[in-house]
């Protein structure tokens, strides 16, 4: 997969959101994706950015609104593994990208 499909794939990235349970904080999944976009298309090394996805560490949230994790955790693993990096689970997550975004109803009835 060539960096511009990952960038592109990153930007258009929807994840599924939290409310009373734990997620990420919004904001920082938010700066560290447009950080990788820039990068990716910058043209700067996939080790860095690789070591970038692998140390960062988000705020969680878990009384206000959130991504769910594990839609965010297999969107950055899916940009890890294409650039090179190991995977860090045995079986492959379900993209984060792929996956609709859900509406009021079935959010609140955690469907």
């Known amino acids: 997969m060539d960096r511009t499909a990952i960038a592109d794939e990153l930007r258009t990235a929807r994840f599924r959101m939290t409310q009373f ?8 999944v938010d700066d560290l ?32 609104r959130g991504y769910d994790m594990a839609d965010v955790d297999a969107a950055l693993e899916r940009v890890t593994t294409a650039l090179g990096g ?20 079935a959010r609140l ?3």
């Open 33 to 64: 994706i447009e950080g990788l976009v820039r990068r990716l298309l910058s043209g700067d090394g996939d080790r860095e950015i690789v070591a970038e996805v692998d140390a960062c560490r988000f705020p969680t949230t878990s009384a206000r």
């Open 21 to 28: 349970r734990q997620g990420y904080d919004e904001g920082a």
């Open 86 to 105: 190991a995977p860090t689970t045995a079986a492959p997550l379900p993209s984060a990208v792929t996956e609709p975004p859900r509406g009021f109803l």
């Open 109 to 111: 009835l955690g469907r």
